[in-house]
């Protein structure tokens, strides 16, 4: 991705203007010569003359040197799923270079820093050095830091300030992920928590019915995977039984509702893992083999295509997602994606399944998939 097109742009912007090399120099007071040089790109002019080059094309300094501070979407995506493929296939440390390269490359270019961060945050377990992960941490760290302070997109500053609080928890410093959220904690009683609903009515009074629609099923999909995620989050805050198994019983009818499992298997997959150490821990081993099937089940329909999608009722959704920074896309390869799910069958919960067929059968399956 070069950054530099000097030379093809001073030759294109001349000859549109069907100026001569020789009225160039002339009026920049150096030699044919050097402009012959800078069009066949052998030297690039003093830095002191880059302005009087622009403003004789009326056209800015970033345009003549085809410099873009920015990149698309598209360009984004490209950039992050390349990377992430790299990372299962090339040496970490040149892979992270890259990366880094990139951010300094577009070090203004906040919604890109945003994704390196989490290119970042996906894959720091990666390396086998602590120091490695640590540092990999702390850059993910700072770049969030410098879209706080500069970005004025309030959005993506509000996803860096929670990235920087995960980041934080990696390193055991819980207290400064909360002094970093807490602000952020929205006070139900404040309009903001209203910008949905009141974003659908007005696309319904304006007679825009097709995306009021859209957003309405944009609403209920984003609080359905906050609700399975709260409630997956509860059974590790929980020691009360009966507690958990209300919360079980409740996000498991939310699941087979709304057809999770095939909606988002990713976070039904979480769902079912944290069910199955549940059921473990509380020694009810026919219901934890039941909730690692289903586990398996979603696992194994991620990897045959790992991909976001609506269904039948969220008819709507595919679009609003092929919108998202990596649109349909994994956030990571999938070949690392497996190792997590080799490592997830060595929960110590689990070492009362660890002779039992079914859960070995499990994660032989799981393992001829990969």
Known sequence: MDQIHLSDNLTR?????????????????????????????????????????????????????GYEAQLSREQIRRCYLELTEKFSKRPFAEVTAEAEALARRYYSCYPLLLQLCILYFNHFMLPENPVDRQKMISTAFSWCGRITE???????CSDAAVLQATLKMQQGNAGEAVRILEPLMTDPNRLSTQCNQVLIQACQMSGNLPQAR????????????????????????????ARCLETIRRITAILEACRIDELHPNSAARFHYETAVFYTRNDLLSDALNALSKFEKCITGFLKAPVLHGDKYFDLLDEWIERLPLGSAAPRDLHLLQQNITAAFSHPAFEKLKDNVVFRQIQSRLAGEM
């Open 214 to 241: 859209s957003y309405a099923q944009i609403t209920q999909y984003q609080t359905l995977l906050q609700l399975v995620a709260a409630g997956t989050a509860e059974l590790t805050l929980y020691e009360d039984p």
């Open 150 to 156: 500069n970005c004025t997109d309030a959005g993506i």
């Open 13 to 65: 912007l001349r000859r549109e203007r069907r100026i001569t090399q020789e009225e160039l120099a002339s009026f920049l007071g150096v030699t044919k010569a050097s402009v012959s040089k800078w069009e066949n790109a052998q030297s690039l002019p003093d830095i002191l003359l880059l302005p009087q080059l622009a403003a004789f094309f009326g056209v800015s300094v970033d345009s003549l040197m």
